[in-house]
């Protein structure tokens, strides 16, 4: 069973920062990409950033690119969001994901997700 929980959420000023934290049980994470995505109140979930199971390789929705930030420590079981230049936009729960990397589509079909985390960007 994974299980995922993410944590460091919260409400910041626009052009804030916020690194958000997923720690992913289970011991063949070191195997699985990891996404981020993100819902706002009244919208579809989206797609945020994603990485590949070894961290060589990340991909970014368009909105955030050049902002955000992810990264992981295998030995930690964790993938981190940094999220520089924040905006009232990027307000929404974001969750992250997990799946077994088979090399393509990092952009959605997830098995697992988190419970989610607020992030709240006042204007």
């Known amino acids: 069973q994974v299980q995922l929980v993410e944590s460091g959420g919260g409400l910041v000023q626009a052009g804030d920062s916020l690194r958000l934290s997923c720690v992913v049980s289970g011991r063949t994470f070191r195997w699985y990409a990891v996404g981020w995505f993100r819902q706002a109140p009244g919208k579809e979930r989206e797609f945020v950033a994603a990485?590949?199971?070894?961290?060589?390789?990340?991909y970014y929705a368009d909105s955030v690119k050049g902002r955000f930030t992810i990264s992981r420590d295998n030995a930690k079981n964790s993938v981190y969001l940094q999220m520089n230049s924040l905006k009232p936009d990027d307000t929404a729960v974001y969750y992250c994901a997990a799946k077994p990397d088979t090399g393509r589509d990092y952009y959605s079909s997830y098995n697992y997700w988190g419970q989610g985390s607020q992030v709240t960007v006042s204007s």
């Open positions: 990485t590949t199971w070894s961290g060589g390789s990340a």
